[in-house]
Each structure stands twice: as structure tokens, then as C-alpha cells.
T-cell receptor
């Protein structure tokens, strides 16, 4: 099946630092989504991207849909402890979504 | 807010048992999904449904079946549970076509098969 290569697998950062993670695919997609999963909960949608080149912000989060339609990145500025969790890139077609393997983020004080 | 409710947070069953995982959503969504989540593998789609009594296989349907008798409820069935089905199971729902509408997830059921 389709695969999304997400990196890094995990990150340990200090509070206040900026974070960057990305996702690449061998296939072209029309949609890129970024979800966050807090410990013990289900994933929650953070940002949705529907057009190549689109740059979208949600508070301290910024995500971009790559112009080749094969990649996306997510940036978090000035990280805080509640940013801890697993971040998933998600993409796919009209019939099915594919999840990346996730980036586990740990924030230290 | 959309609410997706999974019947159990934790479940322990024995090998060979028939196991039912229940999921209910309260927003009249057409689409419902079952995933399993394993470390290092992300979320993998087991089955999904676009309408009542309709089901489609996902990427890893082997050993599972589903039932959607009512629009709000989507059940995942392990016909004869095996230890390799120990995992976190996540249910999701969405309105309309998958690519245009985000999926809303429940909090998951952590299933252990002994």
C-alpha cells in the first residue's frame, strides 16, 4: 500500500524551542492533514491542506503542502509542555487515508 | 463538537474468544472507520463503511469483520482472537468524502489478548 515517510521518529526539545517535522511520499496526493495524539487519547486534527503550495497556520503551528504534492511539513514555534504527544501526517485519496508512522515529541522544562 | 465514543478503554480477552469492539458517533456522519495503532507502524486501516450495511476492506482486514446496522454505530469483530491482535484500536467518523472532510477519532480501546 501507499507509504508516508515521516521524520524524525522522535524529538526531545526544551520548552521555548521551535520544532520542525516533515512527511514525504512517493505518490502524489490532493490532501495533507496533520493530526496530534495526546497520551491516552485519539488523534485530533490540527491543520488541513488542500492545495499544492498552501501554507496554513493554526496558532503556533504552521504547515505547508509541498508544491510537488509529495510532501508536507509542520512547524511548531515556541514549544510548551502541552505540545507533548505524537504528530501524524496523513494523506490519501477520496477513498482512503494513509497515516505516517508518527513523530513523538517530548518537551522538557 | 463531534463525539465518537468507544465502549471500552481497556479490554482483556483470551485466545480464541470472539471479541466485539463498539463505536458510536453522535453527528450523523456517513463514514466510519476502524484502525489499529502499533508502535512504529502508525495507524493502519482495518475496515471502513460509507453507509448503513455497507463495508469495505482496508489495508489489514484479515482476522476481522465489521457490522453497521445503524448509521451511528460501527462494530469491529475479532472472530477468533489471537495474540497478534493485541493492539490499540481506534474508531473514527467523518462527514462526506474522505478527502474533503477530516476524521474525528474516539479515545481508543487498548485490547490485550492472552
Amino acid at each position: 500500500g501507499q507509504q508516508l515517510n515521516q521524520s524524525p521518529q522522535s524529538m526531545f526539545i526544551q520548552e521555548g524551542e521551535d520544532v520542525s517535522m516533515n512527511c514525504t511520499s512517493s505518490s502524489i496526493f490532493n490532501t495533507w492533514l496533520w493530526y496530534k495524539q495526546d497520551p491516552g487519547e485519539g488523534p485530533v486534527l490540527l491543520i488541513a491542506l488542500y492545495k499544492a503550495g498552501e501554507l496554513t497556520s493554526n496558532g503556533r503551528l504552521t504547515a505547508q503542502f509541498g508544491i510537488t504534492r509529495k510532501d508536507s511539513f509542520l512547524n511548531i514555534s515556541a514549544s510548551i509542555p502541552s505540545d507533548v504527544g505524537i504528530y501524524f501526517c496523513v494523506s490519501g485519496t477520496a477513498s482512503k487515508l494513509t497515516f505516517g508512522t508518527g513523530t513523538r515529541l517530548q518537551v522538557t522544562l | 463538537d463531534v463525539k465518537v465514543t468507544q465502549s471500552s478503554r481497556y479490554l482483556v480477552k483470551r485466545t480464541g474468544e470472539k471479541v466485539f469492539l463498539e463505536c458510536v458517533q453522535d453527528m450523523d456522519h456517513e463514514n466510519m472507520f476502524w484502525y489499529r495503532q502499533d508502535p512504529g507502524l502508525g495507524l493502519r486501516l482495518i475496515y471502513f463503511s460509507y453507509d448503513v450495511k455497507m463495508k469495505e476492506k482496508g489495508d489489514i482486514p484479515e482476522g476481522y469483520s465489521v457490522s453497521r446496522e445503524k448509521k451511528e454505530r460501527f462494530s469491529l469483530i475479532l472472530e477468533s482472537a489471537s495474540t497478534n491482535q493485541t493492539s490499540m484500536y481506534l474508531c473514527a467518523s467523518s462527514l462526506g468524502t474522505v478527502s474533503n472532510q477530516p476524521q474525528h477519532f474516539g479515545d481508543g480501546t487498548r485490547l490485550s489478548i492472552l
